[in-house]
């Protein structure tokens, strides 16, 4: 089930965390609902934090994983051309291999004709 909720901005959660340090300050709070007690702000609090760390790591893995998967990528593409060199060297540039990796075979390349002069 997916959560319909925006994030709320930086601010706002400075500000409430700003809140629960100056209401721990009150040595006499007492509110009459518990759903609005200190623990409970604390506890909140703490799961914010873990969930902030938690998106701050997640992120850092998909920035390595984004970079292994450039290199790799590079990597492959390397060894596909060098792939297709070795298919020209050991079948020629004339053969029918040429054709089954993607290339055009020597004899296909269109001959280049003079031009006449025009007078």
């Given at each position: 089930?997916?959560?319909?909720?925006?994030?709320?901005?930086?601010?706002?959660?400075?500000?409430?965390?700003?809140?629960?340090?100056?209401?721990q300050?009150?040595s006499?709070?007492?509110?009459?609902?518990?759903?609005?007690?200190?623990?409970?702000?604390?506890?909140?609090e703490?799961?914010?934090?873990?969930?902030e760390?938690?998106?701050?790591?997640?992120?850092?893995?998909?920035?390595?994983?984004?970079?292994?998967?450039?290199?790799?990528?590079?990597?492959?593409?390397?060894?596909?051309?060098?792939?297709?060199?070795?298919?020209?060297?050991?079948y020629?540039?004339?053969?029918?291999?040429?054709?089954?990796?993607?290339?055009?075979?020597?004899?296909?390349?269109?001959?280049?004709?003079?031009?006449?002069?025009?007078?």
């Open positions: 089930m997916a959560t319909q909720l925006k994030r709320l901005p930086p601010s706002v959660i400075a500000a409430d965390r700003e809140l629960l340090r100056a209401v300050s009150l006499d709070y007492q509110p009459i609902n518990s759903t609005y007690s200190v623990a409970i702000m604390q506890q909140q703490a799961c914010l934090t873990q969930a760390l938690a998106i701050v790591r997640l992120e850092e893995e998909i920035k390595h994983a984004r970079v292994v998967a450039i290199e790799t990528a590079h990597a492959m593409h390397t060894t596909g051309l060098g792939m297709k060199d070795q298919v020209i060297a050991q020629g540039q004339d053969s029918t291999a040429i054709e089954i990796i993607g290339l055009t075979r020597k004899s296909a390349h269109k001959r280049p004709t003079r031009r006449k002069a025009t007078a």
